[in-house]
């Protein structure tokens, strides 16, 4: 598929089929991650891939709002999107941040890599929903995540069942200077 045709055609998905998604796939997905730029190359996104089915219930059940429930309600896979605390950002001096933005970075590393776990996703036929709006607590506890670890998002991936059309764009003009 066309590079052109990913980025156009990624959207985000609120309703999924049943189907199973295959680990090799989802390893595509993680390994894609892997790929994307991170500051220093600290590669400080960390993933938890959830796809048995009583933890993904209890997930779905008790760490996402009911609005988000819904639209995950038959996704055979969540993964959970964290990062490794203390990593990016990092100057020559050792746990200290090189500039103002300090820990940020390390949430623009993973944004970097969530993309391409997304645009990959979209590549193999499967939809995503990146959704914020989560119980950190919960997560962290049937998860086990460590406390160095932050937690960002959860995506949901599976196979669409739905094709939504792409929202409005906002012009180049309107987001855009161009310095000459």
């Known amino acids: 598929m066309k590079f052109e045709k990913v980025l156009e055609g990624r959207r985000s998905i609120r309703k999924y089929k049943e189907t199973p998604v295959d680990h090799e796939v989802l390893k595509r997905l993680i390994k894609a991650a892997s790929y994307a730029p991170s500051w220093k190359n600290s590669q400080c996104p960390r993933w938890y891939v959830v796809t048995q089915d009583h933890i993904l219930a209890e997930l779905k059940q008790n760490a996402l709002p009911p609005a988000n429930q819904a639209k995950v309600e038959k996704t055979p896979c969540l993964i959970v999107a964290a990062f490794e605390e203390k990593l990016s950002g990092i100057g020559t001096e050792p746990g200290v ?67 939504p059309k792409m929202p409005a764009r906002h012009k180049i003009k309107e987001t855009t200077v161009f310095v000459e």
């Open 97 to 163: 941040y090189a500039n103002e933005v300090g820990e940020g970075w390390s949430y623009f590393d993973l944004g970097l890599a969530v993309e391409n776990l997304c645009l990959e996703a979209y590549r193999q036929n499967l939809g995503t929903l990146i959704m914020g709006i989560r119980n950190e607590e919960v997560i962290r506890s049937i998860l086990k995540v460590p406390a160095s670890q932050q937690i960002v998002a959860i995506i949901a991936v599976g196979v669409p069942d739905m094709e």
